[in-house]
């Protein structure tokens, strides 16, 4: 084994690619979605060294053209639940004995194999399997997961970095970072490529091993991330993919000894019923399942009577619409004051009024389809319901089709209800709710952003007023875990805006930081005595005689 204390490559975020007309990476990447496009993948579990088909298999297809197939993967059972937790079990003695710059170097070469070879394949495969444009594949899938891996990487070795101090001469402190003891359970969302690498290679990376799940419309891209992790060297076992339904996999993974910890992204519903029954199983684990996740949010934008107009307009709209509002961070309520309101509403009705909706392949398109018919039905029945509502009134959008894609136009309505449904329910697609207060009850409407919604992920204030800057940032210091002045909530960067959030939003351990990867640890001190004392009695114990 080699031996020394080694430096980790300086982490640099991975620039994104502009894909302009006639750009060598545009060229590239239609090149690979007409490829993917072409052929029909056969999509196996990937469980130890096997790549295992059931026969029972289901279609994938793009959102944005649900006719058409990319392939079929064969879904699994309990049975093959227990086999991928049998293979992590199996492999995790020679994964965490394996020198930490081993494991350090396969995931330093799985980022540049994705910024590399596998970028146009891996941002292909999001845009076509979760119907994201061009750039916003490129964001997710290419340069955010190179990020995760680069930087956690080099938190890796921060943390085994840290000791304690040396306390007096004849004893030598040391504190060791060992894996959890037993095997973790990722639980992976459709909308973040990025997030569905993340979640297992953050854990794995710390010498655990991982039983795998994403979800059923997320498939078709973690294929290619499991693709690159076979090519980076990661053994087989120390990450086990698997395509089975959630009951399923929950009754095999959390009644099993051996359940070491779960991270999760996904609704906050989902996150409870977990976390209730990890609860109701605790007895029967060797050690307190650590619980990770982040659940989702109902974003702000609050501006203030001395914020830029236009700012704030392309702030929500981008802020709102980008990958169809579908993301944990999409704002989704804002509070306009008065005096800002028709500036604001002009501004944004001729941006919309230029964005083209459609499939990704056209990358001209602004706004795509939703991800499914299920949630399709969700967001066209709160529209709807707006519709006919007296106190709410819809000045953008409202229609929505699902005859070829699953298209919703970006809808923006304004409630003079500031507890109207649509100000307090998240609902994960392209709908903005605006509320617009009194330009002279700034600190009231402060209050309302903060006791609105359950949820605390991310939130925003756009002010050229610094007293109403700082007014906001103490009175929302609750209210979101990633917090943005004079800009839109989205779009957190890995070792620069660390993600998460609290209350309803999850156990905010920030992704994309050294509070996450602790969480993949237990500790262990050892004191060493070099020379151990022979005699028990202390000088107190001696007569004064």
């Known amino acids: 084994m080699l031996k020394g204390f080694f430096n980790i490559p300086n982490p640099v975020n991975e620039p994104v690619k502009a894909y302009a007309a006639g750009s060598p990476e545009r060229k590239e990447l239609q090149a690979a979605v007409k490829e993917a ?41 309990a049975s093959h639940v227990k086999q991928a937790i049998n293979a992590a079990l199996g492999a995790k003695h020679d994964w965490e004995n394996l020198a930490w710059e081993q494991r350090a170097a396969i995931f330093l070469k799985a980022a540049d194999l994705i910024a590399g070879p596998y970028r146009a394949k891996i941002n292909a495969a999001t845009m076509l399997g979760q119907s994201k444009n061009a750039m916003q594949a490129e964001i997710d899938a290419a340069c955010e997961f190179i990020d995760f891996l680069r930087f956690n990487v080099k938190y890796m070795s921060e943390i085994y970095a840290q000791q304690p101090p040396v306390s007096g001469n004849g004893v030598w402190n040391r504190l ?5 003891e037993g095997f973790v359970f990722a639980l992976t969302p459709f909308n973040f490529t990025a997030i569905a690498g993340n979640l297992p290679t953050s854990a794995a990376m710390m010498g655990n091993t991982i039983v795998w799940k994403p979800a059923y419309t997320q498939i078709y891209s973690a294929n290619v991330l499991m693709e690159v992790f076979k090519e980076a060297g990661v053994p087989d076992g120390v990450i086990n993919l698997i395509y089975v339904d959630g009951p399923t996999a929950g009754e095999v993974i959390f009644n099993h000894p051996d359940f070491a910890g779960i991270h999760f992204t996904g609704s906050t519903g989902v996150f409870q019923h977990i976390w209730k029954t990890i609860g109701g199983n605790i007895h029967k684990y060797k050690s307190y399942p650590r619980i990770v996740g982040e659940t989702g949010g109902k974003d702000f934008v609050i501006a203030h009577k001395s914020a830029d107009a236009k700012g704030v307009a392309v702030g929500l709209v981008r802020g709102a619409f980008e990958f169809q509002g579908q993301k944990c961070s999409a704002a989704s309520r804002a509070y306009i004051p ?49 519709k006919v509502n007296p106190l709410t009134e819809i000045i953008a959008g409202g229609n929505c089709d699902k005859s070829k894609g699953y298209f919703i136009e970006p809808t923006v309505i304004v409630t003079q209800d500031p507890m109207y449904t649509t100000m307090c329910e998240e609902i994960f697609g392209p709908v903005l ?15 309302l952003v903060d006791q609105t919604s359950p949820y605390a992920l991310t939130g925003a204030v756009f002010s050229q007023d610094r007293y109403a800057i ?67 009695r202390y000088p107190f114990l001696e007569s004064d005689k």
Not at 435 to 446: G, K, P, S, T
């Open 37 to 77: 496009r072409a052929k029909q993948l056969d999509v196996p579990m990937y469980i130890g060294s096997e790549e295992v088909r059931t026969g029972k298999t289901r279609p994938m297809s793009p959102p944005h053209d649900h006719k058409h197939i990319l392939g079929h993967f064969h879904e699994g059972d």
């Open 338 to 386: 008065s005096n800002l309101w028709e500036d604001v509403k002009k501004y944004m009705l001729e941006d919309l009024a230029s964005i083209k909706m459609g499939g990704t392949e056209d990358f001209t398109n602004f706004v795509n389809a939703v991800i499914d018919e299920k949630s399709f039905d969700k967001i066209e029945s709160y529209i709807t319901s707006a």
């Open 470 to 536: 700082d007014l906001a940032t103490q009175k929302l210091k609750n209210a979101a875990g990633n917090f943005y002045i004079n800009d839109k909530p989205t779009g957190a960067v890995v070792g620069q805006q660390p993600f998460g959030g609290a209350r309803a939003s999850g156990t905010n351990d920030k992704a994309g930081s050294m509070i996450n990867l602790l969480r993949w640890v237990s500790p262990r001190t050892i004191k060493e005595t070099f020379v151990s004392a022979v005699d028990y």
């Open 176 to 180: 060791e970072q060992r894996p959890l």
């Open 433 to 447: 709710t605006i509320y617009v207060y009194n330009e002279e009850h700034y600190e009231e409407a402060l209050e």
